[in-house]
Nanobody, 120 residues
């Protein structure tokens, strides 16, 4: 079994920055794609950013140019650096990883979410 744990959420003023982290733990696994999603109250979950094992990144339209996703393959960790935060960025942020385990194959795992609140 693999578990994901996010950290770094909190309250920040508009225009500020935050960095979220998500680390995968468990036994004998490898990670392919890593992603961040977010869900605001009353809204559908939306893609924030995704990054391949080789570092190729894609971003959701709402965050492009303000957020930067990165990863540390040696530590099974994905980050998202969020700058120029806006009140509309307020949401619960979730990380997701596509993980391979022998005998299981590829499976998507999700973290429990971390709250980001941006005040105006």
């Amino acid at each position: 079994q693999v578990q994901l744990a996010e950290s770094g959420g909190g309250l920040v003023q508009a225009g500020g920055s935050l960095r979220l982290s998500c680390v995968a733990s468990g036994s004998e696994f490898s990670v392919a794609g890593m992603s961040w999603y977010r869900q605001a109250p009353g809204k559908r979950r939306e893609l924030v950013a995704t990054i391949s094992r080789l570092g190729g990144a894609n971003y959701g339209t709402a965050v492009r140019g303000r957020f930067t996703v990165s990863r540390d393959n040696d530590h099974n960790t994905v980050y998202v650096q969020m700058s120029g935060l806006k009140p509309e960025d307020t949401a619960v942020y979730y990380c997701s990883m596509d993980i391979f385990q022998s005998g299981v194959g590829y499976k998507s795992y999700w973290g429990q979410g971390t709250q980001v609140t941006v005040s105006s």
